[in-house]
């Protein structure tokens, strides 16, 4: 007894036994349920009203003091020990680590997640560098004096997936060409398309895109420095100088017009040569003085189909063959519309891909629509989507492509339309942009194999064969030896006639 006396005394002064055990029957207080068995919040509970007992404690009255006795020796160590941590709470409370011990609510933990998964899909919805940065990052793991590492470094100059696309489309345009009854292979002995034609064709228009992506690296190295796709190029990152980049544009140049010019025809020389003065003089520099600049690039990538349509109407031109017989004549009308369905296809691809790194755009200068007028360019794009129907439809009509074609075509068209529907009502957010940007990666070649795949006349040479009806054809056309008087010829096509049947 004495013992419990005196350790009050240490602590609150002197006071009975009787007192403290009157004061415990009347003060002892209902047992009330705590907000929560989570001990960091009933820390943080007992603490704010420590903090307002310890307030007002100084305006107290006696009673008020008197009431304020702790029951037991137990609980006002208790008290004495909350009352020393109650800063330390107080600052964690402040600095917000409480918080982060405190037990997640459901509310709380479903945003968290959302705001996670969102973060996540933006990450990944970044652009992947281009070709030529893999290419030169690439070139850095080979010996340095080695000829793999000189040509890996050279190639990423031209752009080789952008290139390989451009001679594709050129490649498509040239086998489209629908061929006279004269020049068919029933015909004439002579292939009615040369493959030496094609060959100087398409090499020489990858010639032609190579000296143009070299001479667009060579004018912006300190612009692609400040985007993510484009900083490890090779001239940004200085494993080939500007006057190397500048030889292989020019003899690229030279030698792929040259091709052009001997090994097919002058128009078609021409309009490779134009093609880089375009990207590399026109549309480069336009592309930070204005938005206008994403329609000169979409001229510059409908020319190469034009290329190879003008390329085999060469093989049939009845007057000079000159470029107004070429180009603008009825013939012509086929290479046109390609020409029209690259044009509009652009918009829709690179309008996603813009909005995608728009900020990057926004930060080298570069003056896109993605971040200038956010709104047009998801219109644009959806705009220009809507015109590949009645261009598909348009080879249909004018006989370049079968019927066949204009229900394949209109699945993928239906694809990149709707994509396009989502860009722009979505404003390129909840990954309608990076849907946009795959369906415009696939939707060219595909329509392009689609179009070869249905050319006009194509199935049914092909069925003709499989009946046997292109035997009888060929007989018609054996007149050196059979003779040239008609008795002859129709007394052996009646003796065999019965034979082939």
């Given at each position: 007894?004495?013992?419990?006396?005196?350790?009050?005394?240490?602590v609150e002064g002197p006071v009975c036994l009787r007192c403290m055990l009157r004061l415990s029957r009347t003060n002892r207080l209902p047992r009330v349920r705590r907000f929560t068995q989570s001990p960091s919040l009933r820390i943080v509970v007992e603490a704010s009203s420590l903090f307002r007992r310890d307030y007002f404690s100084a305006n107290r009255s006696d009673a008020s003091i008197r009431h304020a006795v702790i029951s037991s020796p137990l609980a006002l160590a208790r008290s004495r020990h909350e009352m020393s941590e109650a800063p330390a709470i107080a600052d964690q409370l402040g600095n917000g680590s409480l918080h982060n011990s405190?037990?997640?609510?459901?509310?709380?933990?479903?945003?968290?997640?959302?705001?996670?998964?969102?973060?996540?899909?933006?990450?990944?919805?970044?652009?992947?560098?281009?070709?030529?940065?893999?290419?030169?990052t690439m070139s850095t793991q080979l010996p340095p004096s080695s000829l793999r590492r000189l040509f890996t470094l050279y190639l990423s100059l031209s752009k080789p997936r952008l290139s390989f696309l451009i001679v594709l489309t050129t490649a498509a345009a040239y086998s489209l060409y629908p061929v006279p009854s004269l020049l068919l292979p029933q015909t004439t002995a002579s292939p009615s398309l040369s493959t030496l034609t094609l060959a100087f064709l398409t090499a020489g228009t990858a010639l032609c895109s190579a000296s143009a992506n070299a001479l667009n690296m060579l004018f912006e190295p300190k612009h692609d420095a400040k985007m993510s796709r484009t900083r490890n190029r090779p001239l940004v990152r200085g494993y080939i100088g500007k006057r190397g980049a500048l030889v292989f544009a020019t003899v690229a140049g030279i030698v792929g017009v040259g091709s052009l010019y001997f090994g097919v025809n002058p128009t078609v020389a021409f309009l490779g040569g134009l093609n880089i003065f375009l990207y590399a003089g026109v549309y480069t520099p336009m592309k930070r003085i204005s938005v206008l600049n994403t329609w000169v690039g979409a001229v510059v990538g409908g020319i190469p189909p034009l290329m190879g349509w003008a390329a085999a109407?060469?093989?049939?031109?009845?007057?000079?063959?000159?470029?107004?017989?070429?180009?603008?004549?009825?013939?012509?009308?086929?290479?046109?519309?390609?020409?029209?369905?690259?044009?509009?296809?652009?918009f829709p691809h690179f309008n996603a891909l813009s909005w995608t790194i728009r900020d990057e755009y926004k930060h080298a200068g570069y003056r896109m629509l993605a971040w200038v007028n956010p709104r047009m360019n998801g219109r644009v794009a959806f705009r220009y989507a809507v015109l590949s129907f009645p261009i598909c439809g348009a080879l249909w009509w004018f006989g370049i492509t079968d019927q066949v074609f204009l229900v394949t075509s209109s699945v993928v068209n239906v694809w990149i339309v709707r994509e396009a529907w989502r860009f722009w009502r979505k404003d390129g957010h909840m990954g309608s942009a990076r849907a946009l940007f795959w369906a415009g990666v696939w939707h060219l070649p595909v329509i392009m194999v689609?179009?070869?795949?249905?050319?006009?006349?194509?199935?049914?040479?092909?069925?003709?064969?499989?009946?046997?009806?292109?035997?009888?054809?060929?007989?018609?056309?054996?007149?050196?030896?059979?003779?040239?008087?008609?008795?002859?010829?129709v007394q052996r096509t009646l003796q065999i006639g019965p034979t082939v049947s």
């Open positions: 007894m004495q013992r419990k006396i005196l350790s009050l005394q240490a405190l037990p997640e609510l459901p509310h709380r933990r479903r945003k968290r997640l959302r705001d996670e998964k969102q973060a996540a899909s933006n990450a990944a919805k970044l652009i992947p560098p281009d070709a030529s940065s893999r290419l030169s109407a060469g093989h049939s031109a009845t007057a000079s063959g000159g470029w107004e017989e070429l180009l603008f004549s009825e013939a012509s009308v086929g290479g046109w519309l390609l020409a029209s369905l690259l044009y509009t296809w652009q689609l179009a070869m795949a249905h050319k006009k006349g194509l199935w049914e040479g092909v069925w003709q064969r499989l009946d046997g009806r292109a035997a009888e054809d060929e007989l018609w056309m054996d007149e050196d030896e059979t003779g040239s008087e008609p008795e002859q010829h």
